[in-house]
């Protein structure tokens, strides 16, 4: 027994740790820091993080509490507590295993790329684990994407179906072994396996991984199947292999993302700074999107007339594997027709794949939740995610103010996502697509649920966009008993960005997108919200564009364009003498035309995005988008060069302010029929919107104070717009984007969540 003297020079506290604890090798690194410093105690998983009990001299136990803030890659806190309890005695410091607790309200860790030393044991022929491509450890592998319950343990992963042998028993039970509680630990022994067999499921005798890359070699489309689903593969850079690959998957333009060996190759490949090199080593992951260099060496159809290329490093042992036997780039594009959700499981692989691949390289580990490839973009300097999912789903993003009670939002409808916000964080799912396919309606529902489960929690207050026509807004209707809160789709935006930096609000945002529901009816898109959480004022908007045939412009853009010009030129648009209409039939000009006047079937739309639709199509001379955005985007990539704004107008006698563009289409067609090369156009179109925009804020300052601006929506994904923004207004003020979440649709719930919040505590 301690004599009571030592007793009175111990103290006693209980820590209590928020954020990606669980599944990273935490608990280790807290036993090694106790016995560093001399502290007794134990730590354990609870359903929210990990407690620690820790007892010690004062001066220990500080230096020890100081020490556990900053923990080691991939762990991540976000909230610590410390409490002081009584004194205990204690011998020693304990990990004990996790408790299933009552109430559950923490991440499942995301899946993460495999670590250094796994593919170095991968790659050495003495290693039990040589050529395995399962390796995992703490630091590294399959997690969310395997995880069918919490807390985080084997028995609820589809690991289950594998017993350990004694080997990796061993590992997995030593606190000193880096597979300390790696749940997914295993090994050829007694771990999953590969196989690879043909469309009609008949095996190929050999090794699936030589095997596989001699079929990529030979130009041939492989199925993989990956962490959270399956990826198309092929030679990046065979023109023949991309072309058929394309042709089979109906993806005509869309750019495909590439996968090369290691960062030099990813050099060769794109221009890359510090910031992109970065990202494309980090814990998650991510697709980059990044400059293309010229003498890539990858065929031109990977991303057609696109000065991007979406690349990826290997993520998982059986990806180094491959890329190493292959020794080439190779697109690795989701398993998928078009937006429907990406293939999961085996059989479903080879039932919608079948005529899409050659050869399935699978393997035995179920994947219990799809998870798409992330897909981030450096906007300004910051890293900025355009998709969120791999390697970042589930994880919270930190919601200061909380939530008063849990909250469903249920999204857009297209490039989903939903959100569960509960306690100080929100959990966005993973991005699930567009919500016109029955496959994808499935995928969200079945989501969903799933998260709601890994939450333990059924949210009663359901957020949905005001679209009646979104399928997240009839879900939301079917949920019976919820109290729903109806969002407007810019105030969302905004308040995505109020909600990730903690400002509170009220801000000046300023939301650009192509489309969102306005609260009068029409589409809205060019928005100057005065907004808190709560509650917001539309101040400023774009002058609306008719949108002949409805969404039908929103494809065949040359309608956009018409519908500019004949406003700018009162109907009287010199639109013969321009390229782009020059091929159309006449008779289909004239039609449109008609519609635009007499306002049949033609509803008005504020979206900046149709400002981008409108001039790209001028400038590009192409009358069609081939997919959501397309225009718009080559027009960000068409500009060239620094250029002055074109000449507008603010009208501030109209209720909200209107924001003119029709100067700068009058001057806009003077200089296209003046044969001004086209990438100059599109820059002075882009500076003039930076200008507008600028000069609408500086005087909604001068009106309600100097406030910090948000910027949000799908339209600041363009770089073009969005750096000199945050350049100019970060000049004067304060100037905030998404960048946890997309600025885009795919960022548009976790506004919904907070607003509904807002919305509930205001009563
Ligand atoms: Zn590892
Ligand atoms: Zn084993
Ligand atoms: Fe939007």
């Not at 990406?342 to 039932?351: F, K, L, M, T």
């Not at 853009?557 to 109907?571: K, P, S």
Request: aromatic share 6%.
């Amino acid at each position: 027994m301690e004599g009571s003297q030592a007793n009175a020079a111990v103290r006693g506290c209980r820590i209590t740790i928020r954020g990606v604890v669980q599944g990273v090798g935490f608990r280790p690194w807290v036993y090694t820091l106790a016995v560093a410093y001399g502290v007794a105690g134990g730590v354990r998983n609870d359903a929210h993080g990990v407690t620690i009990e820790a007892f010690g001299p004062p001066g220990a136990l500080d230096a020890f509490v100081h020490a556990l803030g900053s923990p080691p890659e991939p762990a991540r806190i976000d909230h610590l507590t410390c409490e002081a309890i009584p004194p205990k005695v204690v011998r020693g410091f304990a990990i004990a295993p996790s408790a299933a607790a009552g109430d559950r309200a923490v991440s499942i860790p995301p899946d993460l790329a495999t670590c250094g030393a796994c593919v170095a044991e991968t790659q050495d022929p003495g290693n039990r684990r040589h050529r395995y491509a399962f390796t995992n450890c703490t630091h590294c592998g399959p997690r969310f994407t395997i995880a069918r319950d919490i807390p985080y343990d084997r028995q609820a992963t589809t690991m289950a179906r594998f017993a350990m042998c004694s080997a990796c028993q061993r590992e997995y039970d030593d606190v000193n072994d880096r597979r300390f509680h790696a749940q997914p630990n295993a090994c050829p022994a007694c771990g999953p396996q590969l196989r690879i067999v043909r469309p009609d499921g008949e095996l190929i005798a050999g090794d699936p991984i030589e095997i596989a890359a001699a079929a990529l070699r030979d130009g041939k489309i492989v199925a993989v199947k990956g962490l959270g689903g399956f990826h198309l593969a092929c030679d990046a850079t065979s023109p023949t292999a991309v072309r058929r690959l394309r042709e089979r998957k109906r993806r005509d333009e869309k750019p495909l993302a590439v996968m090369v060996r290691d960062l030099e190759s990813a050099a060769a490949v794109a221009d890359l700074d510090a910031t992109e090199a970065a990202l494309l080593t980090g814990p998650e992951h991510p697709i980059v999107l990044a400059r293309h260099r010229v003498e890539s060496g990858l065929a031109p159809d990977c991303a057609p007339e696109n000065p991007l290329v979406g690349v990826v490093l290997p993520y998982t042992p059986l990806h180094h594997l491959l890329m190493a036997a292959l020794q080439c780039p190779l697109v690795m594009t989701s398993g998928n027709l078009s937006e429907e959700p990406i293939v999961a499981g085996n059989d479903e692989a080879q039932a919608r794949l079948a005529n899409l691949a050659d050869c399935f390289l699978l393997h035995d580990r179920p994947i219990a939740t799809r998870c798409d490839d992330s897909v981030v973009r450096v906007i300004g300097g910051a890293p900025t995610v355009l998709r969120r999912a791999r390697g970042y789903v589930p994880r919270g993003v930190g919601v200061a103010a909380g939530f008063e009670q849990p909250v469903l939002a249920c999204g857009a409808q297209l490039k989903n996502t939903f959100c569960i916000g509960i306690g100080q964080a929100a959990y966005l799912g993973p991005h699930i697509g567009d919500l016109d396919s029955v496959a994808t309606a499935d995928a969200f529902r079945r989501a969903v649920r799933r998260m709601q489960r890994f939450l333990d929690v059924v949210p009663a207050v359901v957020a949905h966009d005001l679209h009646p026509d979104y399928l997240s807004t009839a879900y939301a209707r079917e949920r019976a008993g919820a109290t729903l809160v109806g969002v407007q789709h810019h105030h969302a935006h905004v308040v995505s960005a109020i909600a990730e930096h903690d400002l509170g609000g009220p801000v000046i945002g300023v939301a650009f997108d192509g489309t969102g529901h306005g609260t009068d009816g029409t589409m809205w898109g060019g928005e100057f919200l005065v907004a808190t959480p709560a509650s917001f004022e539309r101040v400023a908007t774009f002058r609306p564009l008719a949108l002949a045939g409805g969404d039908v412009a929103i494809r065949q853009v040359w309608r956009q364009a018409a519908a500019f010009l004949d406003d700018a030129f009162d109907g009287e648009a010199p639109l013969s003498r321009l390229p782009l209409f020059a091929d159309l039939p006449p008779v289909h000009l004239r039609v449109v035309r008609q519609m635009i006047h007499k306002g049949v079937n033609a509803p008005l739309a504020h979206g900046v995005g149709r400002y981008f639709d409108a001039v790209g199509a001028l400038v590009l001379r192409q009358a069609a988008a081939r997919y959501e955005a397309q225009v718009a985007m080559a027009c960000e990539f068409a500009a060239t060069g620094e250029a002055p704004p074109y000449p507008y107008a603010v009208d501030v006698t109209t209720l909200p302010w209107t924001v003119d563009l029709r100067p700068m289409g009058r001057a806009l067609v003077d200089d296209l029929l003046a044969g001004q090369p086209g990438g100059g156009v599109a820059a002075r179109f882009h500076a003039t919107v930076v200008a507008a925009t600028m000069d609408v804020v500086a005087r909604i300052g001068e009106r309600y104070g100097r406030l910090p601006v948000v910027l949000a929506g799908g339209c600041f994904q363009n770089r073009r717009l969005a750096e000199p923004l945050l350049a100019g207004l970060g000049a004067r003020g304060r100037v905030y984007m998404p960048r946890a979440v997309p600025p885009g649709d795919g960022g548009l719930a976790l506004g919904q969540a907070v607003v509904a919040d807002a919305v509930m505590r205001a009563g």
